[in-house]
């Protein structure tokens, strides 16, 4: 799950607005401490819901049921004379599993967001389905995750079920809300034995961009170390066009047509000062990074940090 940005407009223009919501998300960091992360996903991603991450999260929305019935149903109710001290009752906890909840945590990242653009709030039954693909993937990454991770999972989970239920719209604006997403990033970004990659964000470009990346999982992780106050993204993409290899090339796309023109797999993001983080799941390809926020956050304006150098590029193979 992510923290949206409130587009409106053509690609990711707009996904500015969101540093001001998230200023005060407890970042303490001044060196590379992860303390605060929220990954986002534009409003874009939403209808970008073509990438290959994003089915095989909806596909996959049970939380091995079998495994905790099997614990829970046992009926043997002579079981407590076997001299054994725990009783007849079945443990009702679920073994830890790292990895089972990682997983998870990637699927949730690949699960599309409703827009969250205030012009046009998305219907509830968006926000019902979107509820409903990620209530099980939080449930089974609660079970399997340890205690630090849970910290963070256990605050989502009642917008999560207010989503799922009726359609309630999840308010990523809400500090808590965003703490919680920054911290369950965090936790999957040292926990999870994933490829990472650590971007610093400056005015503007990004340091420590790779330039390949094996296929499979990434915690993207990045450090916004702006001195001009500036809110910073780590945009994901792969155009449509594979002939669209260079930075140059995709730059060269008009600003309108850009959303169109590619898929959106992510976005880490945070305001200055603090860590942002998303998982993403990457097939072999050529994909780019960038950063959509106007100069001075100033609404409506094209004139973009990707233009001015936080644009790069790498390959996954
Ligand atoms: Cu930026």
């Not at 304006?301 to 233009?307: I, K, P, Q, R, T």
Request: net charge negative.
């Amino acid at each position: 799950m992510r923290k949206n940005a409130r587009t409106a407009g053509p690609l990711l223009a707009a996904a500015l607005a969101i540093g001001v919501a998230l200023t005060g998300c407890g970042s303490t960091s001044q060196s590379g401490q992860t303390t605060s992360t929220v990954a986002t996903t534009t409003a874009a991603a939403a209808s970008a819901a073509t990438t290959s991450a994003t089915s095989s999260a909806s596909t996959t929305p049970t939380p091995s049921e079998s495994d905790s019935s099997a614990a829970t149903s046992d009926p043997s109710p002579s079981a407590a004379t076997d001299g054994s001290e725990s009783s007849s009752s079945a443990p009702a906890t679920v073994a830890q599993d790292i990895d089972a909840a990682c997983a998870a945590l990637v699927k949730i990242d690949a699960v599309p967001q409703p827009s969250s653009d205030s012009d046009a709030p998305p219907p509830a039954a968006v926000n019902k389905q979107f509820g409903q693909a990620v209530e099980p993937l939080l449930e089974e990454a609660l079970a399997k995750g340890d205690a630090e991770l849970a910290e963070s999972l256990t605050v989502l989970q009642g917008p999560v079920e207010a989503a799922a239920s009726d359609g309630t719209p999840i308010d990523t604006e809400d500090e808590k809300i965003g703490m919680a997403l920054a911290g369950y990033e965090a936790w999957a970004h040292k926990s999870c034995g994933f490829q990472t990659v650590d971007l610093m964000a400056v005015d503007y470009k990004y340091q420590g961009a790779p330039k390949t990346l094996k296929a499979g999982v990434s915690s993207i992780a990045m450090m916004n170390h702006s001195e001009k106050g500036e809110f910073h993204l780590a945009l994901v993409v792969q155009p449509k066009d594979p002939k669209i290899t260079t930075v140059k090339q995709l730059l060269a796309i008009p600003l309108p047509e850009l959303q169109s023109s590619v898929d959106i797999f992510g976005a880490a993001q945070a305001p200055p000062g603090a860590t942002g983080g998303v998982l993403l799941d990457l097939a072999p390809g050529r994909y780019f990074i960038v950063c959509p926020v106007a100069v001075g956050n100033k609404p409506d304006s094209a004139d973009l940090h990707m233009f001015h150098g936080m644009a790069v590029t790498f390959e996954v193979s």
